[in-house]
């Protein structure tokens, strides 16, 4: 990127130390900074930021929080800074705000702000699309990045289709048929309810294989010795699912691998 | 005054005798009626999650939305029901490219299809509208779609036909409301379900029920086609997509998105809303924006929903704006890694498909039509098959196999392969808008 474009992206938006606009200078965070700028700004879109005056005839910078601001010695209103200062400036931004919120994590705080214009402009052609004496929208249109925002039914789906397998992994775990033994045993007989299977302590040193063991490879272990049936390959769907069911058994036990 | 009226009314029935007799007989149409839930491959948990608490779908309404959805008495000049760009016979398409409207005008997107449309998280190429029952006001009222002014004058205007009152009073138990003409429609379209494919009964154990050549094709749907990663697909959410926004380039063909998304911007912050949204998305050349138009988030520009893809042979063509003709031209544009433009979706990269392995795809890809429409993608597929011999405008064999393009030499940007290319960083890549890869050289 051409050094003068970024220079004049920083000077545009503090946004920039998070990494959004460089190459995106009409982003409508950019509208919020202090610097005058041709891009037309909508009070039902963007949010409006009180930036304090400046004491000390410089120009002040604020975040994109619309909280933390500093104050830019000898700065006059509309001047570029230099390269290295608008990295300084931005650096100093940054720090006080984490000053200001300890132990917060920045995209946490900016997610969780529920009264937000920006959440409340997202919504706003949904307002629009009703009239007045339609009932408030219910549905969140969905926001933030593609590959990081999920409604309710996407959470819904992905423990379904969870469940199923791991209940799959149940009905083979207490089936000798399903196993394939030769001899009617199946793993619940030694195990009930995955009892003393321990799967968080894989990878280990297993004494029986003389070797270190995955917990599929003990499950195939035990189908070929105790249960007398045939071993299955790792990518076998019944395997996969015993590994699932015996897992979820233990949902919530720390990992804690190569523990005898 | 009771002249002007009889008058009115004479000309209103001439107006339904002459303009419905074509929507009724598509409303007679076996494909028209209700479906089935009881199919091979339907999802029932999803199904009883979308349909929503404050419209639970009953006999009257459905009967009602049907009645509404072919009636071309909801457009102002009586020539456009639901129908016309929804067209059953068509797979609830128009397999135009781009829709024609009232006064023979054509819009920027491609007819969406109605099947399955009850299970969108948003409506629209990108995402309008959160419903079904919002979606309906966006082609009502779009001057170029069904032009009516507003939807109190089709409140108005449906008031004014003497059986609707009778149906709306049944169905809901008062007069017509601009919120239950949106219901009713919405309930029909909620019994546009379509699974029951081949591809349904192979993953319920059927091994017989597709070729090997489409088994070949799932593995590469799973694997080097990376198809599955948007056109995601299970039991209990079986509809082949993400139901997500993502720019795979396909408006970087004419689209310059950086002052394309200025001007929106500019227009957005006059007069915001569905409808003007909507005028933007069909009427304007800002049409490309897609998603963008929404909810004004750069990473949004030109991304557009991520289709469903079960009976994609009776919906061509394809893309929102139908701008490729078979599916070879589809997987072409994504075998060679879409079109490159600076908010080209991280995950679209060069695939690396030979000739025969795109034929697999699409021989998958034919197995999820469902019964009722066989014959149709049967014909379809020969026909594209047929041209994708000879005519393959998308095809970009050394781009696709990484010997050009941003993963070719020359293009070994500080970025790796997920870059735009040492050409392209020498520039800010705000500045290259949509302009295609050849030019950056």
Known sequence: MHPNRLLSILTLSAAAIIG?????PFHARAQQSTVPQSVPTSSEQVVHHNVPASTDGGTVIMLCDGKTSIEVKGLKAGEPMSHAQAIAVTHELMDKWRRENPGEKWEMAQENQPESAASAAANAPVSAAHSAKSPPPTRKIQQGDTYASFTDRDYKIWQTETDKFVAEGKTIFHSSKLLGSTIGVSCDMCHPDAANTHPETYPKYQVQLQRVALLRDMIDWCIENPVKGKTLSPDDEKLRALEAYILAQRKGVPLDYGKH | MARSKLILWGVVTLAIFAFSSRALAQANQPLAQPKSTNQVGFPTDLYHWVIPPDNPLTPAKVSLGKELFFDSRLSADDKESCSTCHDP???????LPTSMGIHAQFGQRNAP???NAMFNTLQFWDGRAPTLEAQIQGPITNPIEMGMASMDAEVAKL???PEYAADFQKAFGGQITFHDIERAIASYER??????????????GDQKAISDQAKRGWALYNGQGRCMSCHGVNPTQPLFTDFKFHNIGVSAHKSDFVPLARKALALLSQKGGLQEI?????????????????????HDIGGFRTMGLRNLLVTEPYFHDGSQATLWDVIDHY???GVQNPYLDGGIVPLGLSESQEDDLVAFLATLTSPEYTKQAQKEYQEQFKRSRTDRPQRDEAAAMGLSGRNGPGFSGPFGDIGPGEAAMRENPADLGGRPVDSLK
Not at chain 2, 191 to 204: E, I, K, N
Not at chain 2, 278 to 298: C, E, H, Y
């Open chain 2, 113 to 115: 299809s109605v099947l």
């Open chain 2, 335 to 337: 075998n060679k890694g």
């Open chain 2, 159 to 161: 008031r004014a036909i």
């Open chain 2, 278 to 298: 909507d005028r933007l998305a069909i009427q304007t050349d800002m049409s490309g924006l897609g998603r963008f138009l929404v909810t004004k988030q750069p």
């Open chain 2, 89 to 95: 016979q068509k797979g609830f398409t128009d397999q």
């Open chain 1, 20 to 24: 959004l606009a460089f190459t995106i």
């Open chain 2, 191 to 204: 019994t546009q379900v379509a699974f029951d494919s081949p591809f349904d009964r192979f993953l319920a």
